[in-house]
């Protein structure tokens, strides 16, 4: 990897590696940063754009009148299949084309489809807009990974994949407090609107300063029909066992992660009766603060840990994930806001570790003209498991245990969903109320028990990832 090195200059380095005569000029440390600083501002963009509709769920289920399966569906398959489906094609375009227009443009098309988010007139339309995020954000991370895997050496690409990866806890907080506050002085349609504007400006800006490494003859520019075809990737991976123990690691937490997080706002305005506003705030500075430390402190781990021994990509976020679980126990059941919040601080950051050593792991179990598409596949199996299953059966869990509590407790002979739509008198509404923040908070709680598959797929990949990363090394070098 040391040519790789003289190439491109180490990340963050302040003096530039030499050029031998006919040369390209290499890209200096100064427009690497610039370069990574634009790809966490659109990664951002992407989970700001994705996540706000968790703030907004309470008001838009009051508005639009919906169950809370109708609104995971919202919230995961709706957005997350053609997300998923659109991602493998633009991924193999990626392998050959300009990864630097595609995610410019990627950019452009789902702030835009946000905005119109906030002119829906009914679920449907709302459920459209949301495909239409979906579809722009298929363009984003895959070309995003080879991009930086070309911008820095090997021994940097888990410290700058996790930097970008702050994208997901910074726009998730950014999600939550401003879509909070805007949607309690103007209402949800308007969060919607204001949020999705700017990534058009950011698009168009990257559109013109991001540099494709392939254009300017620094890396390898991949012929029309050179590279394998996604058959000989996918045959590729199919031999490399590692390859899919990680991706059944990461999807079982995604799954687990975006479950909790479309559905903890719901549960502390039910349980502990807080407004937008307060969630919003405290758990933005919560998982701004949680996720920041958590994926830069596993990256930074990450490099470190690995130059002895690889396995530690998977060690790291394996025994982290371990850590985090009864803290979110506590914190479900926890009978003060403020205490639950803390508790659930905990496992966000525990949570957040994984980033860089599995998506970096990735990155070494593919050759160069494959890696978009490692990540591709990857986030095919994630998104459509994780994103698309997981708020979907949080809300079908919490349904279900709702009209059981409902059942156990309000007299006999009545139905929730006839006895609770009609807003009875205070003492039917306070049953009514109970029963839906006891029947989410058992959902929440019982739905972390899948967490012992993630820890399952973790110490598997690390009986055979040092074994297939030597190969692919060993392959790519000849």
Not at 150 to 173: C, E, H, N, Q
């Amino acid at each position: 990897m040391s040519d790789e090195r003289e190439t491109l200059g180490a990340w963050g380095s302040k003096t530039e590696p030499p050029t031998t005569a006919g040369a390209p000029a290499p890209l200096s440390a100064a427009y690497v940063r610039y370069a990574l600083w634009m790809l966490l501002i659109i990664y951002t963009l992407n989970f700001l754009d994705r996540g706000i509709i968790n703030i907004l769920a309470g008001p838009i289920k009051k508005d639009l009148g919906i169950s809370d399966s109708a609104l995971g569906l919202l919230m995961g398959i709706g957005f997350a299949f053609f997300y998923t489906i659109l991602g493998l094609p633009i991924a193999r375009f990626a392998e050959r084309g300009n990864r630097a227009k595609i995610i410019s443009v990627s950019v452009v098309i789902w702030s835009a489809f946000t905005a119109l988010s906030g002119a829906a007139q009914n679920y449907w339309h709302l459920l459209l807009a949301r495909i239409g995020v979906g579809i722009g954000e298929a363009g984003c991370t895959p070309p995003a990974h080879s991009l930086i895997s070309d911008y820095v050496p090997a021994d940097k690409r888990a410290s700058a994949i996790a930097f970008y990866s702050l994208g997901v806890p910074i726009g998730s907080a950014l999600g939550l407090i401003i879509g909070a506050t805007i949607a309690d002085a103007f209402g949800w349609r308007w969060a919607f609107a204001i949020v999705g504007l700017p990534g058009v400006a950011i698009g168009a800006l990257a559109y013109f300063t991001l540099k494709e490494p392939r254009k300017l003859g620094l890396v390898p520019q991949p012929k029309a029909g050179s590279g394998p075809t996604l058959l000989a990737t996918a045959k590729e991976l199919t031999n490399r066992k590692s390859y899919w123990y990680v991706v059944g690691a990461a999807t079982m937490i995604s799954f687990l992660s975006y479950g909790k997080s479309a559905f903890i706002p719901v549960m502390l305005t039910r349980v502990h009766g807080l407004s937008l506003t307060e969630i919003g705030t405290l758990l933005a500075l919560s998982g701004i603060v949680a996720g920041v430390l958590g994926t830069m402190i596993g990256g930074f781990i990450a490099d470190r840990a690995a130059k002895t021994d690889v396995r530690a990509y998977m060690t790291i976020p394996m025994v982290a994930f371990i850590l985090s679980v009864p803290f979110f126990l506590y914190g479900m059941f926890a009978e003060n806001a403020y205490f639950a919040i803390a508790f659930l601080t905990l496992p966000a950051l525990l949570n957040s570790i994984w980033y860089g050593p599995v998506y970096a792991s990735i990155q070494g179990l593919v050759g160069p003209q494959s890696r978009a598409t490692a990540v591709a596949l990857m986030l095919f199996v994630l998104n459509m498991v994780g994103l698309g299953l997981g708020p979907f059966t949080v809300g079908l869990v919490s349904d279900i245990l709702t009209h059981q509590h409902f059942a156990a407790n309000a007299p006999a002979g009545l139905e929730f969903a006839s006895y609770c739509a009609k807003k009875a008198a205070t003492a039917g509404e306070a049953v009514c109320t109970v029963a839906q923040a006891e029947g989410l908070r058992l959902s929440l709680a019982w739905h972390s028990v899948l967490g012992v598959l993630v820890v399952a797929f973790f110490l598997l990949a690390r009986q055979t990832l040092k074994q297939d990363m030597a190969e692919v090394k060993a392959m790519s070098a000849s």
